[in-house]
């Protein structure tokens, strides 16, 4: 980290929120100074944030979550605000300009969580899921040497019973939904401790005695105190979680602007989303006819889905998917692959099991070693019934696994990682928005089929026009239920008749609306970046190529697609839809 010169000393104490000097403080610092202090609060905030971005001296560090902590991060992030305000003041530009509203709309979203939503008080997967993420980033990338990463990975683990007391002190009245979820993931955590954390710890102890029984000292507590609160979250707070979900329309509209740089009129958003659902539901009803006119367009994806791995070879499906898209970017010039590395297909580690079908983890921007990357792909949970599994499986039928594919690697999250130590600035390299990492995500489904992937397949085009109607189910269900007094069960509805989900991962969906209210990022940002697009082929004229466009595009960073159109297109002043 860049440390403070000595004379802006009282002004770097001001931004960081540490009280300060008697004197009057000087100007306030330079924005490059204001990121870095920034950065540096917000890494000793969420210590495994710092591990995940590749900055390594964060890694003996866990997460305090005490009332006294939120108040004090609070009181932090108001003073950081009003650094940002002063340096907005002075107009800063290009880069400087860029980076600053980054970091001001983030500071605005973070108050508005922590302040408003308040999620710390609601949502008890915040917590349970915690310490199996910090250990398991120190596990599963080698980044330095096995015996220190144990060693990190213990102080974690030592942690983690005050993390649960937290927990227990902080969640009064939580949705059901979120307390389902949370108990889901605290008891896939105890077995990940026991059993994967336990595993390696021996390995990566290398015969060293001592640092073995520190390290079950520490696991057997964290083991402890998460089966007692499975226990707890099962017992004491399911029968009291009556708490809502919905976080309103006034905080929706809020989150748009901060988190995306949003600012229609939530009734346009809505009727935008609405629109899109009924065209591309009119197109999967047109290909499904294609497929088999005999048939309803609900039967038509059934029988697709029949072709279905097993359980066992889930994995192994997911891993024949990877080189046939990843050549076909190459052979069509789509976009630039700048490494030959590919990424790792895994199960989603069980502490991470909150509804997600497939993910993507890639290594930091300031990772130096490590270069392991994850698709993760979840697997049925043991407990379910055969109908559930059943229905679980079949949304990785063989057409929609290419789909997935395409999202999560080859040109999706991935490949767009890949360029993440190109971006500009330290802070364009820290900061994303959902809008651009899942929309370009998303819009590569459907651009990859433009340009021949799948050779015309009615199954592939099916696929993929199954997977936008899921994404444009989020969009309406995540705006319903927190502005329109939806229920998850509504939200089922939704997208079992327009989205033609099975039951089971229906439910999953709209449940996942619930605590991840703006979820309408993957449609919304898709349609932004063909607008997009669609500018900068008119603005290039005869210079425009599709891969010009597409590498310009990642280069430049996941930053919301306001300031996209500002770097791409310089003095554009056309809408973003």
Known sequence: MVKAAFGVSCALALVIGTGGCATKPPAAPPVGLFADAYFDSAFAWSPSYGTSVGLHQYDKQMEVRSAEAFQKRIETVK????????????????DDAIDLELIHNALRSELLELQTVQGWRRNPMEYVGAAGGAVDLLMKRDFAPAKERLAAATARLAATPALIAAMKANVTNPPKEFTDLAIRVAAGSVGFLEKDVAAWAKQAAGGDAAALAEFAQANGAAVAAMKDAAAWLKADLLPRSKGAYAIGAE???????????MDLPLERVLAVGQANLEKDYQAFVETAKKIDPKRTPAEVMKMLEIDHPTEADLLPAARRTIEGTRAFLIEKKIVTVPSEVRPRIEETPPYARTGGFASMDTPGPFEAKASEAFYYVTPPEKEWDARHKEEH????????????????????????????????????KLVGAASNIEGWAHYTEQMLLEQGY?????????AQLAEALLRDCRYITGIMLHTQGWTVEQGQKLFVEKGFQQPANAYEEARRGAYNPTYLYYTLGKLMIYKLRGDYEKAKGAGYSLQGFHDEFVKNGAMPLTLMRRVMLPGDTAPLL
């Open 251 to 261: 905080n929706f509209s809020k989150k748009l602007l901060y988190e995306e740089m």
């Open 454 to 462: 799948g050779n015309g397949d009615p199954k592939i085009r099916l």
């Open 393 to 428: 499986l079949r949304l990785y039928n063989k057409s929609v696994m290419q789909i997935i594919t395409i999202h999560e690697a080859f040109p999706g999250h991935y490949l767009q990682f890949l360029y993440g130590k190109q971006f500009p600035t330290k802070t364009r």
């Open 79 to 94: 003073s950081q605000l009003k650094a940002a305000e002063s340096l907005a003041a002075a107009k800063p530009a290009g």
